[in-house]
Each structure stands twice: as C-alpha cells, then as structure tokens.
C-alpha cells in the first residue's frame, strides 16, 4: 500500500505538485491521468525517492521513503520516463547489473533475470547491445528492469510514449498481465489508454488530484446526463409552443435556436437522470408528427470520460475563454472597420494592436 500526504514541490516559484494526498491499494492498475506539465512525472519521481519533495509525505508499505529508503525502494519497480539505460551493455548485461543494484541475492540474480526477461519478450535479443535495438524493445528493457525481482508496486511512467500502434498493443497487455500479482501504477496524457487498462483512475490537474475514481464512476460523475439534439422543420416559435404542452421530468433544460437551414429550429435537450430509463424520443416523435412539425434529425449524445476529463482539467473552459476572446475580438474588429468607413482611418490603437499579436498563437 502507499500512502502520499499532502505532498507539494516547488521550482522557484512554480508549484509543480500541490498538495497531493491519495492511498494506493494493493492488487489493482492505477493510472495517474493528465495534460503534459500537470505533475504526473514529479509526483513519481518523489513516490520512488528519485527527487525530494518540498513539503509532505510518501509511505510504502509504512516505510517513509525518506527516512527509511531501502525498507521502502525495495518493493517498487520503476520505469522512469527516461529510463537510465546503458547502451553499450547487452541485455543479459545491463538486468545483470540492474539486478546487482537491486541487491537481488548472487543465487536468486539468474532465476530473475530470466524471469523478468521472458516476461517482457526478450529472449530472443538477450545477447544484442541495448544501443542497436528498436525503440519498442528499448521500453521492453526498461520495463524488464523495473520488474525484475517482481516487486509487489510497478511504477511505470508513459509506458507507451513513442510507441508504434502494435508495440503499444504489446506493453499494454503486458500490463495487464503485470497487473494480476502486482499494483501497478502508471502515467498517461492519453484518456482512452488509462481507461483501457486501469482499475482506477486518478485524474492531475495543476499539481493538484481533481478526481479518484474508476473509469465507469467517473462516467457518471458527468453532471446533466446524456443530450439529446434534435432539428425540427418548424419555426423557434412553433417548436416552443409545441414542447410547452409536453410535460416530464426527465428534461432539466432545454435550447431552442433558429436552425442554420432555412425554417429549421435546432433544439438541445438536457436529459435528467431521475427516470434514466426512459426514452423520450419516441413521444417527441409522435408530438412533433400530429403537429406537422417533422423531426428532420435526431441524435442522443451519451457523455463521454472524455468530457469529464475536459471538464476537470478546465480544458474545455480553456477553449470556451479563447473561442469568446476571438468572436470578442471579431467583434472590435468589425466595429473599427465600420468606424474607418464613417469616420476615416485614424492610428491604431495600441491596446488592440496587442491583441491582435495575442490572437496569433490561438
Ligand atoms: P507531467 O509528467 O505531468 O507532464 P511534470 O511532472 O514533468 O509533468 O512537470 C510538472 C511541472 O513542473 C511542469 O510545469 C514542468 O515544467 C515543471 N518541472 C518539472 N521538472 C522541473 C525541473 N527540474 N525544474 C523546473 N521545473 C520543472
Ligand atoms: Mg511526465
């Protein structure tokens, strides 16, 4: 088991890790889920004693990996980011080696290795140098280092990155397999391998854990449920008068817009999660059809983890505060062209010159 308290590092004045607090368990997959530079690196490197942290905690298995290292390193594994592989070793060299700084005993030195080597698929290159293998068996090396003597915690950080799509195939069902007898942790900026592989997901943003949970609860964290989206062939008004008389509680809100084909009207329901079951399109069917209003589009959008994780990150709030900042800008310079065109040029103003330098990069 592993215990972080309120963990914080700071670089300067940049607090890469804020106060982070959160219990491993033994026996399942977890991963650490974020955007790049939310901390997911830091806090591994603090976890397995490669860098101290400013402030808090980490206990493994009740050792504190600060005062008490060797008790605590000795049941993790660690593939870091950039694994510390020495090139001009061969295979059978470099986990000979890594398994002597393990302090795996002389006697039990060639089982491990052995064991740590059929496991990642590397027999076959047990004798090449390390330097002239692919970038796939390079990971496959790194992660036979950091099984190697089977710690009960695997720590792997961006198991994947730089992958092909097959050798990405490969680590994962390794992990997977990994992950019967040992906790595993591991790191991704990818939502869809997170939840392909994990039991647990802990999502980083800022430093900071936004969310602990398993992917299907995280799912239904999603505030308002499914959308259903419709276009009708009917005017706003209309549509509004006929969706007045038809009452459930199963809508929490609903938008209705002027559609972009002419005579259309695009309506956004928000489903409610009180009667989940029950399925609303076949009444607006028949309600729109005895008002001659035909639904010429139909479309129930389920919320995805992909959504959640936007939300938590604060990425799609991101992107609604540049989408506003543009159409403001688009706004300004809309109006300054209606002015020229009245009033003549005049010299630009430098507040809006700087701006327009900022939209650049959006
Ligand atoms: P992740 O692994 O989630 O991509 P990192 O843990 O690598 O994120 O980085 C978190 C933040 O800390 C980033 O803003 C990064 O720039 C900063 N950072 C990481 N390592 C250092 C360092 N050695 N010196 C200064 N800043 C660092
Ligand atoms: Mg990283």
Do not use: W
């Amino acid at each position: 088991m592993i215990e972080v308290k309120n963990l914080v590092k700071k670089y300067g004045n940049h607090i890469a890790v804020d106060h982070l607090s959160f219990t491993v368990e033994d026996g399942q997959i977890y991963g650490f889920l974020g955007p790049n530079g939310a901390g997911k690196s830091t806090t591994m490197n603090i976890m397995t004693g490669y860098i101290g942290a400013t402030q808090g905690e980490v206990f493994i298995d009740g050792h504190n990996i600060l005062t008490e290292p060797e008790l605590a390193k000795r049941s993790i594994g660690y593939l870091p980011e950039i694994p510390p592989l020495y090139v001009d070793m061969t295979v059978l060299e470099y986990l000979n080696f890594a398994a002597e700084l393990k302090k795996i005993k002389a006697s039990e030195r060639k089982n491990a290795v052995e064991e740590a080597m059929s496991l990642t698929r590397l027999d076959d290159v047990k004798t090449r140098l390390i330097r002239n293998l692919s970038k796939g068996y390079k990971q496959r090396v790194g992660l036979a280092q950091a099984v190697l003597g089977m710690p009960d915690i695997i720590i792997l950080d961006e198991p994947t990155v730089g992958l092909d799509p097959i050798q990405i195939i490969e680590i994962r069902d390794l992990i997977k397999e990994l992950g019967k007898k040992h906790t595993v942790i591991l790191s991704s900026h990818i939502l869809s391998e997170v939840s392909a592989i994990c039991d647990h997901i802990m999502i980083i943003s800022h430093g900071k854990l936004v969310a602990s949970d398993t992917p299907e609860n995280l799912m239904q964290m999603m505030k308002g449920g499914h959308t259903l989206e419709l276009l009708v062939k009917a005017n706003p008004t209309k549509v509004r008068e006929i969706l007045k008389v038809y009452k459930t509680n199963n809508i929490v809100s609903q938008e209705i817009q002027k559609g972009e084909e002419e005579g259309t009207t695009a309506v956004t329901i928000c489903l409610g999660e009180e009667n989940p079951d029950y399925d609303i399109r076949e009444d607006l069917f028949y309600l729109f059809a005895e008002n001659k209003s035909p639904i010429i589009m139909m479309q129930l959008k389920k919320a995805s983890l992909e959504e959640v994780f936007m939300e938590l990150t604060g990425a799609e709030e991101e992107k609604q505060e540049k989408k506003s900042h543009r159409i403001g800008l688009f706004r300004k310079n809309i109006e300054k062209e209606a002015e020229i065109l009245v009033n003549g040029d005049s010299s630009p103003d430098p507040e809006e010159q700087e701006d327009e330098n900022n939209d650049s990069d959006l």
